[in-house]
């Protein structure tokens, strides 16, 4: 009921795996004072990670977002046609020459993907020695998993045993906890099944934000003008992140053990 109140009157009955409710998001992401700049703060996080180098950086799931307006040389892609992007891709399949990267980010994307190990084994064919993968995506806290659980459409699974998500469409098939299982419940299975990753940093922060935005799908609960002072609030509830955050923000580092598809792809 909580969810039916606060939402969003453009985004009430719009298909998920539509096109053109991506392209309603990207409206939202852009006409939302307050959204836009989480949108801005994430994005700056992502360009920080990436290294230094001539080669493409390339974004999976851009079709909402407006990375193009921070990094306009960057490859922007989405699994279905929408306007604003380079190309239409499937992640578990990247169109990229082996090894011409420096470096692929994304903004609430892994958790959609329906098998992140193979991606991540085709994104170390595409990425080079030194590259990154950095994302942000949801993360699970005490916190969060009320948050996740109860106010938020997707699912929200901690406990799934699996690292797939059941066949869907490309947006209504996700899990929330996923990128937390990956890095964090199964971090050594994560080292032996993708050598060729190392996590470099997980940062764990905004315990409100987001949720006083309204994301892509409710109202919003705090003016724009509000967003400094909600920043530093949290900016001193950094050392609780562990117990208050909801999102984090991910780097993988691409080492220098060689990419096998067999091994990986099997694993």
């Given at each position: 009921?909580?969810?039916?109140?606060?939402?969003?009157?453009?985004?009430?009955?719009?298909?998920?795996?539509?096109?053109?409710?991506?392209?309603?998001?990207?409206?939202?992401?852009?006409?939302?004072?307050?959204?836009?700049?989480?949108?801005?703060?994430?994005?700056?996080?992502?360009?920080?990670?990436?290294?230094?180098?001539?080669?493409?950086?390339?974004?999976?799931?851009?079709?909402?977002?407006?990375?193009?307006?921070?990094?306009?040389?960057?490859?922007?892609?989405?699994?279905?046609?929408?306007?604003g992007i380079s190309t239409v891709?499937?992640?578990?399949a990247l169109p990229v020459a082996?090894?011409?990267?420096?470096?692929?980010?994304?903004?609430?994307?892994?958790?959609?993907?329906?098998?992140?190990?193979?991606?991540?084994?085709?994104?170390?064919?595409?990425?080079?020695?030194?590259?990154?993968?950095?994302?942000?995506?949801?993360?699970?806290?005490?916190?969060?998993?009320?948050?996740?659980?109860?106010?938020?459409?997707?699912?929200?699974?901690?406990?799934?045993?699996?690292?797939?998500?059941?066949?869907?469409?490309?947006?209504?098939?996700?899990?929330?906890?996923?990128?937390?299982?990956?890095?964090e419940r199964d971090a050594e299975?994560?080292?032996?099944?993708?050598?060729?990753?190392?996590?470099?940093?997980?940062?764990?922060?905004?315990?409100?934000?987001?949720?006083?935005?309204?994301?892509?799908?409710?109202?919003?609960?705090?003016?724009?003008?509000?967003?400094?002072?909600?920043?530093?609030?949290?900016?001193?509830?950094?050392?609780?992140?562990?117990?208050?955050?909801?999102?984090?923000?991910?780097?993988?580092?691409?080492?220098?053990?060689?990419?096998?598809?067999?091994?990986?792809?099997?694993?």
């Open positions: 009921m909580l969810k039916r109140l606060l939402a969003h009157p453009l985004t009430v009955g719009l298909e998920l795996d539509d096109p053109r409710t991506t392209e309603l998001r990207r409206r939202l992401v852009r006409e939302k004072p307050f959204l836009r700049q989480i949108y801005l703060e994430w994005y700056r996080s992502l360009l920080a990670a990436l290294p230094d180098g001539g080669e493409p950086v390339l974004e999976i799931g851009s079709g909402a977002g407006f990375f193009g307006e921070v990094l306009p040389a960057a490859i922007l892609s989405e699994v279905f046609p929408v306007s891709l499937d992640a578990h082996t090894g011409s990267l420096r470096g692929i980010v994304m903004t609430d994307v892994l958790h959609h993907l329906r098998a992140p190990a193979r991606f991540l084994t085709e994104a170390a064919r595409c990425v080079r020695g030194g590259g990154v993968v950095a994302m942000v995506e949801p993360w699970v806290t005490p916190w969060s998993r009320f948050v996740w659980g109860r106010l938020h459409h997707e699912p929200f699974e901690p406990d799934t045993p699996d690292w797939t998500i059941p066949a869907a469409g490309p947006l209504s098939g996700a899990n929330g906890a996923l990128p937390w299982i990956l890095f299975r994560f080292e032996r099944t993708l050598p060729t990753w190392r996590v470099e940093s997980i940062q764990l922060g905004m315990p409100f934000r987001y949720l006083l935005s309204g994301g892509v799908s409710l109202r919003s609960l705090a003016p724009g003008w509000s967003f400094g002072l909600w920043r530093w609030i949290e900016e001193r509830m950094d050392p609780w992140s562990a117990t208050w955050g909801t999102f984090a923000t991910v780097v993988l580092r691409r080492t220098e053990v060689p990419w096998h598809p067999v091994a990986e792809e099997a694993a």
